[in-house]
């Protein structure tokens, strides 16, 4: 099983919540996440509805419990790994997260090869740090992979990994080959030294076993085509994919044969059946008949949504990756939704 989860897909595909999600439905019973944000949005401290994350490594939430263990309460007060109140079952792991900033991270690296201390404090002050990030953007991905990277080979004083599993939102699906591929953007950076040496350490993660790209998407045109577009350059860097997560799922109202039923338009019995129920009578004019069209067209239009994603689901069948699905939430997503969508994703299977 993967240990680390990169996280990416088109703008709008709700990728961050995805990978919140992901984090929750890895922290099964005493297992520790680290979910981790590489953009600066603070986009993670909203959907956990906690303040913005700093540059540490903070507990932000328990997975949801066991199937069958009574509901926990608040999820960031109850303490990870107890038995759950009369289920006797436990409770899920913890969750934290990280928000990489490349400066930081530019002088944690700095002071860790070449012990520059205070002097690298004063090359932020005067702006060398953002000026090395901006003029050498693969210097940059190479920190902010580095760190998450480091998150998954660390172990404590016994041994053993300090997480289980570490999940990156990552940037979007149009820049996740060349974000992850960093030892080919370092290449014209640095042929030798410590900046070379880190890149390679980066990429023996990425692309081993233990690292997994997932991509969200959207049963849409564009979204699906970008996913077909970024696992084809995934596969091309060696990079290895994981699965596809189609979000914001919608059911179909109708079966087979009122979809055909609607496609076409049909009036024959629909008067009839508005009648029947007691909106009028079925007589031409009358306010069943009225109401024919106005129906008619939605669901027309409900027909043509249906068949066209049918189309892009099996477009992203031929990918030959697996699938998950996860409904669209009416309310929008709070933080009672993203355990829902956890859930969802656990019951799943690994992913």
Same mark, same amino acid.
């Given at each position: 099983?993967?240990?680390?989860?990169?996280?990416?897909?088109? @703008?709008?595909?709700? %990728?961050?919540?995805? &990978?919140?999600?992901? $984090?929750?439905?890895? +922290?099964?019973?005493? /297992?520790?996440? !680290?979910?981790?944000?590489?953009?600066?949005?603070?986009?993670?401290?909203?959907?956990?509805?906690?303040?913005?994350?700093?540059?540490?490594?903070?507990?932000?939430?328990?997975?949801?419990?066991?199937?069958?263990?009574?509901?926990?309460?608040?999820?960031?007060?109850?303490?990870?790994?107890?038995?759950?109140?009369?289920?006797?079952?436990?409770?899920?792991?913890?969750?934290?997260?990280?928000?990489?900033?490349?400066?930081?991270?530019?002088?944690?690296?700095?002071?860790?090869?070449?012990?520059?201390?205070?002097? @690298?404090?004063?090359? %932020?002050?005067?702006? &060398?740090?953002?000026? $090395?990030?901006?003029? +050498?953007?693969?210097? /940059?991905?190479? !920190?902010?992979?580095?760190?998450?990277?480091?998150?998954?080979?660390?172990?404590?004083?016994?041994?053993?990994?300090?997480?289980?599993?570490?999940?990156?939102?990552?940037?979007?699906?149009?820049?996740?080959?060349?974000?992850?591929?960093?030892?080919?953007?370092?290449?014209?950076?640095?042929?030798?030294?410590?900046?070379?040496?880190?890149?390679?350490?980066?990429?023996?993660?990425?692309?081993?076993?233990?690292?997994?790209?997932?991509?969200?998407?959207?049963?849409?045109?564009?979204?699906?085509?970008?996913?077909?577009?970024?696992?084809?350059?995934?596969?091309? &860097?060696?990079?290895?994919?994981?699965?596809?997560?189609?979000?914001?799922?919608?059911?179909?109202?109708?079966?087979?044969?009122?979809?055909?039923?609607?496609?076409?338009?049909?009036?024959?019995?629909?008067?009839?059946?508005?009648?029947?129920?007691?909106?009028?009578?079925?007589?031409?004019?009358?306010?069943?008949?009225?109401?024919?069209?106005?129906?008619?067209?939605?669901?027309?239009?409900?027909?043509?949504?249906?068949?066209?994603?049918?189309?892009?689901?099996?477009?992203?069948?031929?990918?030959?990756?697996?699938?998950?699905?996860?409904?669209?939430?009416?309310?929008?997503?709070?933080?009672?939704?993203?355990?829902?969508?956890?859930?969802?994703?656990?019951?799943?299977?690994?992913?």
């Amino acid at each position: 099983m993967s240990r680390l989860h990169v996280v990416s897909g088109k @703008g709008g595909t709700g %990728k961050t919540t995805v &990978a919140a999600a992901l $984090a929750l439905a890895l +922290a099964t019973e005493g /297992r520790r996440t !680290l979910l981790v944000e590489v953009e600066g949005r603070q986009g993670i401290a909203q959907l956990f509805e906690t303040e913005a994350l700093p540059y540490e490594e903070r507990k932000i939430a328990v997975g949801p419990a066991s199937e069958g263990a009574a509901p926990w309460g608040s999820p960031r007060t109850e303490s990870a790994g107890e038995p759950s109140r009369g289920g006797g079952r436990r409770s899920g792991g913890e969750v934290h997260a990280l928000a990489i900033d490349a400066e930081r991270a530019l002088l944690d690296y700095l002071q860790m090869f070449y012990k520059l201390g205070s002097a @690298g404090r004063a090359l %932020k002050k005067l702006g &060398a740090i953002d000026f $090395a990030t901006t003029i +050498a953007p693969g210097l /940059r991905d190479v !920190l902010l992979t580095g760190k998450a990277c480091e998150a998954v080979r660390r172990k404590d004083k016994n041994g053993k990994f300090v997480y289980d599993a570490v999940v990156m939102d990552a940037p979007p699906t149009g820049r996740i080959t060349r974000f992850l591929n960093v030892n080919d953007e370092v290449a014209g950076l640095a042929k030798i030294g410590p900046i070379h040496n880190q890149a390679q350490a980066v990429m023996r993660v990425l692309k081993s076993p233990e690292t997994a790209v997932h991509l969200v998407t959207l049963l849409e045109e564009m979204p699906v085509q970008e996913t077909a577009d970024g696992v084809a350059e995934l596969r091309a &860097a060696g990079i290895p994919v994981g699965g596809v997560v189609i979000n914001m799922t919608r059911p179909a109202l109708l079966d087979n044969g009122d979809l055909d039923i609607a496609a076409r338009g049909a009036r024959t019995g629909v008067a009839k059946a508005l009648s029947e129920a007691g909106l009028g009578g079925a007589r031409r004019g009358g306010l069943a008949d009225r109401l024919i069209d106005p129906l008619l067209e939605q669901a027309r239009e409900h027909a043509e949504r249906v068949e066209l994603e049918r189309a892009e689901y099996a477009e992203l069948s031929a990918l030959g990756l697996p699938t998950y699905e996860l409904e669209l939430l009416p309310e929008g997503v709070d933080l009672a939704g993203l355990y829902h969508l956890a859930r969802d994703l656990r019951k799943q299977g690994p992913i």
